[in-house]
DNA sequence: CCTGAAAATGTGACCGC
DNA sequence: GCGGTCACATTTTCAGG
């Protein structure tokens, strides 16, 4: 089964009814996800292994409060990245749990990442390993002010 | 049954490891979540709820291929927003799917949004909006080079 | 996409450490 | 408190239509 890499994929109300479902609680059952929709239990499954096998639904993952274990500090970092020697980079985003995520993007500031400390401390010596690689730009994140959401159905 | 809203929570090791699973494959049972941590499952389900209650997780998301659904304009845009009325701010966020993320942060800019488009265009007119409020910085991004990821166990 | 039956999982009461 | 066992309800899976 040929999985298209790059293009949209048809979807009708169901599917998006479903990805909706799951975006909000990805462990429900099956079955009440198919009482949601509307379907049998086994017509949802059957659209859920597509979606995922098309690569619709890339992963299922619990969030969690980042104060709660032990995180309380969450920073936004911008970093200018000179030249074109990114091994070493990935290098430490593979080693540093704490880096949560990382944008390559357009403008003069390459990476946006976002990083998670135990502490002031803690983020000064992450952001001490960052600035080896080039100028870095740190705001620290009062407020996260929006749920956890997805794109929705156009 | 009262809930600390501020305060980290003492975590042991079967509780980080399950953390991680969950982190990592948010819809595998609770059986087998029980076999990876060693556990039988109605301990491991009486840790889940436990940490669901704690407020330690505090979701279940699915993960959506944002092209894929047709959304292949990915961009952060850092908003300056003079003045303290954040409550027309608010009610953009609200209606507004395309904006995935918002976090309020120190430094000169306020606001740093995750904004996902159909088009550039759209991008444009979604840009423009959030320009009504104040002066913003766009940057398109080309990659996300880190596959999602939570904190990890100290 | 639905039904239906067998296997696996979820749930909660109860016991032991 | 914390985890294991067991019985019963629900869900998952897969055949067949």
């Known amino acids: 089964m040929a999985v298209n890499l790059d293009e949209a994929v048809n979807l009708d109300d169901i599917d998006w009814a479903i990805i ?3 975006q909000q609680e990805a462990r429900i059952s099956l079955s009440e996800l198919g009482r949601r929709v ?28 980042l104060a709660k274990v032990g995180y309380p500090v969450l920073a936004i970092v911008r970093l200018k990245y000179p030249g074109n020697r990114h091994q070493p980079l990935r290098r430490l985003l ?5 880096i949560l995520e990382c944008l390559r993007t357009t403008g003069d500031d390459c990476y946006t990442l976002k990083v998670a400390a135990r502490s002031m401390e803690h983020l000064e010596t992450l952001v001490d390993e ?14 996260q002010t929006l749920a956890y959401r997805g794109p929705g159905h156009p």
């Open 130 to 143: 960052l600035a080896g690689f080039g100028s870095t730009t740190t705001n620290v994140v009062y407020s």
């Open 20 to 22: 909706g479902q799951l």
């Open 38 to 65: 509307k379907l049998s239990s086994s017509a949802t499954t059957e659209r859920v292994r597509n979606l995922e096998s098309l690569g619709v639904i890339t992963g299922y993952h619990a969030v969690v409060d």
């Open 94 to 98: 593979a080693e540093r749990q704490e």
